[in-house]
T-cell receptor, first 115, second 114 residues
Framework: DQQVKQNSPSLSVQEGRISILNCDYTNSMFDYFLWYKKYPAEGPTFLISISSIKDKNEDGRFTVFLNKSAKHLSLHIVPSQPGDSAVYFC??????????????FGKGTKLSVKP | DAGVIQSPRHEVTEMGQEVTLRCKPISGHDYLFWYRQTMMRGLELLIYFNNNVPIDDSGMPEDRFSAKMPNASFSTLKIQPSEPRDSAVYFC????????????FGSGTRLTVV
């Protein structure tokens, strides 16, 4: 049973346009949501996160939106650049009484930004 | 800081052989995680440690898999005996306590069991 779902395995966008990557989750108790980016032959690297008590977090060209009622979050990249081409993982985490839980990942969306 | 260091980067072994994957976490990080990535299942957690103590090993697929963390700077994931379905990329990650974004991943070990 997947708790974090990324239903689009791939996305292709023109350079300069907006990329929107989507993620759905099932557990309403998640405390934090994160996006990781992964290039081939490298480990995932942290991109941006959002607390469950917020609905938006912005960092430069990257913005994450959280809709708790729909159990949905999205990552917007504006403007998209060829260097953004990578696999993007959505992840969620629970904290148990202040202790760290573990990151639960979606299966990833491969973004291709075409020049 | 050199980041999380995993070795080897690639491992090819024959079915039935023992395989040991190694990880050196970032100094000062309290948590260490072992993940496995496959096409079918994506990134799945195998086991994680807090202050060298295993906290949750429910993701370890079978008794053939074992993990240890003898000290704060070293962990191993062992598969004995290995099987072709164990072929995957294995990632180690570390983090500090209570930092929701602080997972730092190593570059992974690509394991091929033939």
């Amino acid at each position: 049973d997947q708790q974090v779902k990324q239903n689009s395995p791939s996305l292709s966008v023109q350079e300069g346009r907006i990329s929107i990557l989507n993620c759905d989750y099932t557990n309403s108790m998640f405390d934090y949501f994160l996006w990781y980016k992964k290039y081939p032959a490298e480990g995932p690297t942290f991109l941006i996160s959002i607390s469950s008590i917020k609905d938006k977090n912005e960092d430069g060209r990257f913005t994450v939106f959280l809709n708790k009622s729909a159990k949905h979050l999205s990552l917007h990249i504006v403007p998209s650049q060829p260097g953004d081409s990578a696999v993007y993982f959505c992840a969620a985490i629970l904290y148990y009484g202040g202790s760290q839980g573990n990151l639960i990942f979606g299966k990833g969306t491969k973004l291709s930004v075409k020049p | 800081d050199a980041g999380v260091i995993q070795s080897p980067r690639h491992e090819v072994t024959e079915m039935g052989q023992e395989v040991t994957l190694r990880c050196k976490p970032i100094s000062g990080h309290d948590y260490l995680f072992w993940y496995r990535q496959t096409m079918m299942r994506g990134l799945e957690l195998l086991i994680y440690f807090n202050n060298n103590v295993p906290i949750d090993d429910s993701g370890m697929p079978e008794d053939r898999f074992s993990a240890k963390m003898p000290n704060a700077s070293f962990s191993t994931l062992k598969i004995q005996p290995s099987e072709p379905r164990d072929s995957a990329v294995y990632f180690c990650a570390s983090s500090r306590q209570g930092v929701g974004y602080g997972y730092t991943f190593g570059s992974g070990t690509r394991l091929t069991v033939v």
